[in-house]
């Protein structure tokens, strides 16, 4: 579903990605792992089009979109959660989900509000409050919530569970795996390796810009050598 190639990227005269390419097949979740400053974050914001890659190819369900706005390409069906939430602290809980609201695509059932407080009972219990009155997990989930209102075939989720609460880190594991069951496809970016193992069928480890190790996660846990190398702290 998710093709990106030899992709580069630059902020300023800085070099951020390097040739970075990797896959996600339908109803696929890959995480792309690696450490602080290892590109991550620009690797998404490189694939929804907040940051133009200076070369290379990104192509969604075999379409070329790198390049296009990011509004082109959310209406394309992918979605963005992106690391630092962006919830609108003055609209209530409703409210943000309506701001988030596509069309229904065909072949998937579209998100509703009582859907998504199935997924997040959290967020049902509090559908007037503002944003800005929500802690970090709420709101976090407030976000993903709002980016599936969009009605995504795949979705770009950046760090979900940082600085989260362990009890709130097991809720966004149960809600990742709910939404693998719901057939949708993810790439997520994750520091967290017990997180990420938890959630993920494949990983794809980058280092200062670069593809250092893919494969399974089953293929990961085995290779010792790779964790410690590229994922130790």
Known sequence: MLQVEALNTHYGRA???????????SSEVRVLLGRNGAGKSTTMKSII???????????????????????????????????????FADLTVMENLEVGKQPARGGMRPWTAERLFELFPNLGRMRDRPGGRMSGGEQQMLTIARTLMGNPRLVLLDEPSEGLAPV??????????ALKGEGLTILLAEQNLHFAGGVADSATVVEKGRVVWSGTMAELRADEAARTQYLAV
């Open 168 to 177: 709130i880190v097991e809720q966004m594991a149960k809600a990742i795996l």
């Open 49 to 87: 089009g907040l940051v133009r890659p200076t070369s290379g190819h990104i192509r969604f369900d075999g379409q070329e979109i790198a390049g296009e706005e990011p509004h082109r390409i959310a209406r394309r069906g992918l979605g963005y959660v992106p690391e630092d939430r962006r919830v």
């Open 15 to 25: 070099h951020i990605l390097q040739g970075m390419s990797l896959q996600v097949g």
